[in-house]
């Protein structure tokens, strides 16, 4: 056994010639050692040692296979610290350099007697037995320069020499410096004077510089140096304060913001008391900051109605929004944040209080609400409105009279749009008149409007309400230079006595008023059974679509979508169109309710998808420029169908770019926005944009839409029409203008048809546009025209 070990000595063998290895490890057994393998190669030596860690190696220097001791040797010394003894035939000055290099404990000349290796053996454990003693030495002043985070810096006659605290990957780069002067350039400037002052005339070094390591990181460190000149020596102790350096300069630029932020913000004591306030605060509040020292937010900031409790809750964090109150006695809301600043215990020491107004935002949000109770251009209720009165719990009895203008379409054709909002507007004001103040006037959207009778007393009492709209309705309207006169159709459905819930009437009523327009229009009908069996339009509609699908009577026309201020397209809609061999050109408002009814709209939708895609990929092969085309999906479509495969099969069949693609959805989808919030969520991870198509005509909220993720919102061309002339209109495209810029969404503006709109809406910040004053629908073949021109 070796002295410096209470066990045998394990030994690992890496020899070639399998008779010489068999021989030494019969030697080595004889003598009390273990051996714990043998290699005959470079990779199988460095395998096996890290496999058995031996206590030492023999090393044979030419290996199996061309591999070389000497590397392995190398190996085994950096990666694992195994004292290697070379065996070897070989004492030639050139093969003993190349030996020296792995600095081996032992080199024998083959053959050898075995009590000559006995007590090389012996010899290199010794010496490894006194150098691990050495390295334990070394060890514990490094760990002691390491817990005060240091590193020794020692230069005589020039020379480096660098030890304990590891300062990062690229100080170590440092260590590698052979002397002062290459120590100094990776110095500033006035760091390298310095020490040029220590070294040239014995100046003491203290001071805190930046290390540029070439191609790394900079580091900020802290030098204490000193010359002895008795021994010329330097010496001196290095610390990484990258840390600390940092922490300060973010302590700066947080006193920068802290003064320059827009946000009102305060600091607290453990007691809620104000110790400072930013120059934010004062703007905002009125309040200098030396009337409000010592004093708690809730003694002056917080609104409070006549008999409240002065106290607040002040437990952090706290968040939400609050009423607060300026010195001058007015109030306004604000969104407000309280957090703790926690101590070495864990216990609060400071808080933070910061808040800021949030009045314009609330602004647009109530005008934002109105609108979602509201039709913009009649001032009527909307859909929502009539909602809540369907809903209304112990709702007793109800009458609904569903209002569909006869030939308004040609009034829009042949006058203008302006002139047919005009009429609407005339129209609502003469239902107004006549209803009662209980009952609720709806504008459903176009033409349709719906009229809620509360609590009738038979169905007299409302067949003659609707009698009296009818007169009143077709009284002349001077429109253009002339009288225009409208006449309507009106069906009219009773809760309980026709159908068994209020959620029926609307449908009950619309049956109805098909009836009335079969008879001739220009008159009233009440709801009866046979109505619903015999909607002989719908079904007419509904058969007309699934032959139109398979005969070739759908395509896309597409309307452009320009950069108000250069002309330059931007993208373009689809649109479906549907050309029945009887009926001519069919409205999409006729047919596409009537497909998301009975479930067509997923057949047609894929259809559409289909043609989109494909377009679009051929303009992008020529060239086109044409940045994104904007396809309609239906909320039915995400229902029934698998949207996202659909398009993404689309874009990879037809090599389109994910982002060339924006899908627009209306409002509807509101309704579900828990249930679609994960595909549309994954339809946006896939690369495609998502618009809001109609919006303020639906079911939208600013809670909704700030949880759902849309990139777009497209404001309604009911929005535009009276904005030259009303500052309300423009009041209320500003708001949503600006509620899109806070949220981050992208703005466009549909049904744009003059120019001094075009003019109003650049003033108030638009920048996307389409409607008939720049381009109609037009077929595929002739936007190609279009955009080859541009």
């Known amino acids: 056994m070796m002295a410096s070990l209470d066990r045998p000595l394990r030994v690992q063998i890496v020899e070639d010639e399998r008779i010489v290895a068999f021989d030494l490890r019969s030697g080595l057994e004889q003598l009390g050692h273990e051996v714990v393998g043998i290699a005959s190669s470079e990779q199988e030596a460095l395998r096996l040692a890290l496999r058995e860690t031996p206590d030492l190696v023999l090393m044979d220097i030419h290996l199996d296979q061309g591999s070389d001791?000497?590397?392995?040797?190398?190996?085994?010394?950096?990666?694992?610290?195994?004292?290697?003894?070379?065996?070897?035939?070989?004492?030639?000055?050139?093969?003993?350099?190349?030996?020296?290099?792995?600095?081996?404990?032992?080199?024998?000349?083959?053959?050898?007697?075995?009590?000559?290796?006995?007590?090389?053996?012996?010899?290199?454990?010794?010496?490894?037995?006194?150098?691990?003693?050495?390295?334990?030495?070394?060890?514990?002043?490094?760990?002691?320069?390491?817990?005060?985070?240091?590193?020794?810096?020692?230069?005589?006659?020039?020379?480096?020499?660098?030890?304990?605290?590891?300062?990062?990957?690229?100080?170590?780069?440092?260590?590698?410096?052979?002397?002062?002067?290459?120590?100094?350039?990776?110095?500033?400037?006035?760091?390298?004077?310095?020490?040029?002052?220590?070294?040239?005339?014995?100046?003491?070094?203290?001071?805190?510089?930046?290390?540029?390591?070439?191609?790394?990181?900079?580091?900020?460190?802290?030098?204490?140096?000193?010359?002895?000149?008795?021994?010329?020596?330097?010496?001196?102790?290095?610390?990484?304060?990258?840390?600390?350096?940092?922490?300060?300069?973010?302590?700066?630029?947080?006193?920068?913001?802290?003064?320059?932020?827009?946000?009102?913000?305060?600091?607290?004591?453990?007691?809620?008391?104000?110790?400072?306030?930013?120059?934010?605060?004062?703007?905002?509040?009125?309040?200098?900051?030396?009337?409000?020292?010592?004093?708690?937010?809730?003694?002056?900031?917080?609104?409070?109605?006549?008999?409240?409790?002065?106290?607040?809750?002040?437990?952090?964090?706290?968040?939400?929004?609050?009423?607060?109150?300026?010195?001058?006695?007015?109030?306004?809301?604000?969104?407000?944040?309280?957090?703790?600043?926690?101590?070495?215990?864990?216990?609060?020491?400071?808080?933070?209080?910061?808040?800021?107004?949030?009045?314009?935002?609330?602004?647009?949000?109530?005008?934002?609400?109105?609108?979602?109770?509201?039709?913009?251009?009649?001032?009527?209720?909307?859909?929502?409105?009539?909602?809540?009165?369907?809903?209304?719990?112990?709702?007793?009895?109800?009458?609904?009279?569903?209002?569909?203008?006869?030939?308004?379409?040609?009034?829009?054709?042949?006058?203008?749009?302006?002139?047919?909002?005009?009429?609407?507007?005339?129209?609502?004001?003469?239902?107004?008149?006549?209803?009662?103040?209980?009952?609720?006037?709806?504008?459903?959207?176009?033409?349709?409007?719906?009229?809620?009778?509360?609590?009738?007393?038979?169905?007299?009492?409302?067949?003659?309400?609707?009698?009296?709209?009818?007169?009143?309705?077709?009284?002349?309207?001077?429109?253009a230079a002339q009288p225009v006169a409208v006449t309507a159709s009106i069906g009219v459905a009773l809760f309980p006595e026709q159908v068994d819930s209020p959620q029926s009437l609307l449908r009950a009523a619309d049956a109805a008023m098909y009836e009335a327009k079969a008879r001739g229009r220009n008159r009233v009908a009440l709801y009866a059974q046979a109505h619903a069996d015999g909607a002989s339009e719908q079904l007419r509609i509904e058969q007309g679509l699934r032959l139109a699908m398979q005969a070739g009577q759908l395509s896309l026309h597409w309307q452009p979508m320009l950069e108000m201020g250069s002309g330059r397209i931007l993208g373009a809609e689809a649109l479906l169109r549907w050309q029945h061999p009887q009926l001519g050109q069919v409205a999409p408002q006729r047919f596409i309710p009537v497909a998301e009814a009975n479930g067509m709209i997923c057949a047609i939708g894929a259809w559409v998808m289909e043609q989109a895609c494909a377009q679009a990929a051929a303009w992008r092969a020529q060239g086109l420029g044409l940045v994104r085309v904007a396809v309609n999906v239906s909320v039915r479509q995400f229902e029934q169908d698998d949207v996202l495969g659909l398009v993404r099969h689309c874009l990879q069949r037809h090599a389109l770019p994910a982002q060339c693609l924006e899908l627009e959805l209306t409002e509807s989808l509101f309704a579900q926005s828990a249930t679609l919030r994960g595909s549309l969520q994954a339809l946006r991870d896939l690369g495609v944009r998502l618009a809001l198509d109609d919006f303020g005509t639906g079911f939208s909220s600013l809670g909704q839409i700030v949880s759902l993720p849309i990139d777009r919102i497209k404001i309604d061309r009911s929005f535009v029409i009276e904005l030259v002339d009303s500052h309300h209109s423009r009041a209320v495209v500003k708001s949503i203008i600006m509620l899109a810029q806070t949220l981050g969404m992208e703005i466009t503006v549909e049904g744009v048809e003059t120019l001094e709109q075009h003019d109003v809406l650049l003033a108030l910040g638009a920048v996307e546009a389409q409607g008939w004053l720049y381009h109609r629908a037009m077929p595929a073949e002739e936007l190609l025209r279009l955009l080859r021109a541009h």
């Open 69 to 479: 001791g000497v590397a392995a040797a190398c190996e085994l010394r950096e990666q694992l610290a195994i004292p290697v003894i070379f065996l070897t035939a070989y004492g030639e000055t050139e093969t003993l350099r190349r030996a020296a290099q792995a600095a081996p404990y032992g080199y024998l000349l083959k053959p050898f007697e075995l009590r000559e290796l006995n007590a090389t053996l012996h010899m290199a454990m010794a010496r490894r037995s006194e150098e691990r003693k050495t390295e334990a030495a070394e060890r514990r002043l490094l760990l002691a320069l390491e817990s005060a985070q240091l590193a020794v810096l020692e230069s005589q006659g020039g020379q480096l020499r660098w030890g304990g605290h590891q300062l990062g990957q690229e100080f170590r780069a440092l260590t590698q410096a052979a002397s002062m002067v290459e120590l100094q350039q990776h110095l500033e400037p006035p760091a390298q004077r310095a020490l040029q002052a220590l070294l040239e005339h014995g100046i003491p070094l203290d001071l805190t510089c930046r290390w540029l390591a070439p191609g790394g990181a900079a580091r900020w460190l802290e030098i204490h140096a000193r010359r002895f000149e008795h021994e010329q020596l330097v010496m001196g102790m290095v610390r990484d304060v990258t840390a600390r350096v940092e922490g300060e300069t973010r302590l700066r630029q947080a006193v920068a913001a802290f003064d320059a932020t827009d946000e009102a913000i305060m600091f607290l004591d453990a007691q809620h008391r104000v110790l400072s306030c930013n120059p934010a605060f004062t703007a905002l509040t009125g309040w200098p900051e030396s009337q409000v020292l010592g004093l708690r937010p809730a003694e002056f900031l917080y609104a409070r109605r006549h008999g409240d409790h002065p106290d607040r809750k002040e437990e952090a964090p706290r968040h939400g929004e609050v009423s607060c109150m300026r010195r001058d006695g007015s109030t306004f809301p604000a969104l407000e944040h309280l957090s703790a600043v926690l101590d070495e215990q864990g216990l609060p020491g400071h808080h933070v209080l910061s808040f800021s107004d949030i009045s314009e935002i609330r602004n647009a949000q109530h005008k934002l609400q109105h609108l979602a109770l509201h039709d913009t251009l009649t001032g009527l209720g909307n859909r929502v409105a009539m909602q809540d009165v369907l809903d209304a719990p112990g709702l007793r009895s109800l009458g609904l009279l569903f209002i569909d203008l006869d030939g308004f379409k040609f009034i829009n054709d042949s006058l203008g749009h302006d002139c047919g909002d005009e009429l609407l507007k005339v129209l609502a004001v003469r239902l107004i008149s006549i209803l009662r103040s209980d009952d609720v006037a709806v504008r459903l959207g176009g033409d349709e409007f719906v009229v809620l009778m509360r609590h009738p007393r038979s169905a007299h009492d409302a067949l003659q309400l609707a009698e009296k709209l009818l007169q009143a309705l077709a009284q002349p309207v001077p429109l």
